[in-house]
């Protein structure tokens, strides 16, 4: 981001808030970055706090929310961390780890963090307003319910951030859960007098079936409020857009007999579960994500994903038994892959000395790659490019392969036993003229010597389209597949953005948000 113009009239801001968490607003927010980019303005997304796993690596090598770096593509920019200054990352059930502008400072539990919002307050109202000196408009995405009564004077992300604004507001409810109207009225009614002066619309969401069946609704609920409802948005279909949330991740379903079936463990710490989204776009491959041994079957490939808790998902694991499970398949020659935390789970094993993620100091791996990894308050953020060296097995046919993506992790692997029963690959960095890694950055990948383990810490791995290709139809050679998946012509990001911006401006009221967001932009010029 460049600097700042602070001479410029600060820019508008139109916020999106919800009636509960999922009821929308990432995707509505993304849909808004894109019209009004379409529209001519420029436009930067914020969320002042996110709390997600899922998180994505900005140019400077900063950690942001990835629903923040998927609004930044919608609206044709950089992502910068001032688009997401707080990212809270769960580590237990009641703890997370701190991310400010971009940098992880502590982990802690809630009470603690909640201390700290007075502190954070002049950090987050400063991101936005860099945002306002340097666009047109920002579009900012609130955080659960902005009618928690009992959040309030601990809000950082909701109508705190309307009222500093001035922000033209809009409540999105999800019928999809029922009560939309009882949802919108309550949470409007919650909010003090100046918050609920800021609301100027209400959308309903996710509807189902025929749109006159929720006549007279709207008109009823303006007529209880004052606020118009702007839209009904009809479930948009087969929409290829990555979720940001863990709980937007499938459960466990019906396996196809018809297809080359990844069996993807879905951990309790499951962290950037987006990296397998390119998989499942495959015709002929089913990639699902697996609770239990049961139901997990014997699969073509199996995939350990990233976790913000190796040695506690390690352990869940166990308890589970996957450990035996993977190692047993793995002797059977089925294809393992483990990415980030998954990488480190594959090796001889995982330590913790300074308690970093759990109390245990030290957990056995699978045993399955030649590595030890200890994990370091010092953590690898920044974007990355992996290069393949000769390879066989799983990466046959991929040597001399540039893979690029980021890294997010705290832990450093190196090799054990001179290398012994796997290949190094070589780490080269984007940002780095020479192209070359420290050692004491540890490894950024291994292939074992039999070709049918590999592990990295590279996310965003599947979404280099050849080289996932290629892999596919190498795990399909590798357990006798008769006919080689190919795969399907599926629309390109940009593309769904711009249909979800055609969706939206057909159903919401889009010029009636454009003239309030002008008038409000000619009030703060002049």
């Known amino acids: 981001m460049t600097h700042a113009d602070r001479s410029r009239p600060l820019a508008p801001v139109l916020m999106v808030v919800g009636t509960c968490s999922s009821a929308g607003k990432s995707t509505m927010v993304a849909a808004l970055c894109r019209i009004f980019r379409q529209a001519g303005w420029r436009v930067a997304p914020f969320k002042a706090q996110n709390m997600s796993n899922n998180a994505g690596v900005t140019d400077d090598g900063g950690e942001i929310g990835r629903a923040q770096m998927l609004q930044a593509r919608a609206a044709g920019v950089r992502p910068t961390v001032q688009m997401n200054p707080i990212l809270l990352k769960p580590v237990t059930d009641v703890g997370s780890q701190v991310v400010v502008l971009g940098r992880a400072v ?16 002049p950090i987050v109202a400063g ?6 000196c340097e666009y047109d408009i920002v579009i900012a995405e609130g955080a659960g319910s902005p009618a928690e009564i009992n959040l309030r004077d601990r809000d950082l992300v909701n109508m705190r951030i309307a009222e500093h604004a001035g922000a033209v507001t809009l409540l999105v409810g999800d019928i999809e859960r029922g009560g939309v109207f009882a949802s919108l009225y309550g949470t409007h009614a919650l909010l003090p007098p100046s918050q609920r002066a800021l609301i100027r619309g209400f959308v309903i969401n996710r509807f189902r079936g025929d749109v006159t069946l929720i006549e007279p609704g709207p008109a009823m609920l303006e007529a209880l409020t004052g606020v118009p409802t702007l839209g009904v948005v009809p479930w948009l279909r087969d929409l290829q857009l990555p979720e940001e949330d863990a709980l937007g991740v499938p459960p466990d379903g019906a396996w196809r007999t018809d297809a080359l ?4 463990i879905r951990l309790p710490h499951l962290a950037n579960f987006d990296d397998i989204d390119p998989l499942r776009r495959i015709a002929g491959v089913h990639a699902q994500f697996v609770t239990t041994v049961e139901h997990a079957g014997n699969p073509d490939l199996i995939i350990i994903p990233g976790s913000k808790a190796t040695i506690p998902d390690l352990e869940w ?19 393992v892959i483990g990415l980030c935390g998954g990488f480190q789970m594959l090796g001889q094993s995982v330590r913790d000395p300074l308690a970093l993620e759990s109390p245990q100091a030290v957990a056995e791996g699978l045993g399955l790659l030649p590595v030890t990894t200890v994990l370091e308050p010092r953590k690898t953020v920044r974007r990355s490019a992996l290069h ?5 097995g799983l990466l046959e046919r991929t040597s001399g392969f540039s893979l690029h993506g980021y890294e997010i992790h705290a832990g450093i692997s190196t090799a054990i036993a001179a290398n012994a029963g796997g290949t190094c690959i070589e780490a080269l960095h984007a940002d780095e003229v020479d192209q070359t890694r420290r050692a004491s950055d540890g490894l950024l990948g291994v292939l074992s010597t039999t070709g049918r383990v590999f592990g990295t810490y590279l996310h965003g791995l599947f979404e280099n389209a050849e080289f996932t290709t290629t892999l596919v139809a190498n795990v399909a050679s590798m357990r006798g597949r008769d006919a080689l998946p190919t795969p399907e012509p599926h629309r390109a990001l940009d593309d769904e953005l711009d249909r979800l911006a ?18 409000q932009r000619d009030q703060l010029t002049t």
């Open 106 to 121: 502590v982990t802690e539990d809630a009470r603690a963090y909640y201390r700290r919002t007075d502190a954070l307050w």
């Open 127 to 132: 991101a936005l307003d860099e945002l306002r």
């Open 388 to 392: 393949i060296q000769a390879a066989s």
């Open 317 to 335: 694991m166990r308890e589970r038994g996957f450990d035996t499970w993977i190692q047993e398949r793995a002797r059977d020659g089925v294809p």
């Open 502 to 519: 055609a969706h939206i401006r057909e159903h919401v009221d889009v010029d009636q948000i454009i003239t309030w967001v002008s008038e």
């Open 261 to 264: 079936t990844v069996a993807v």
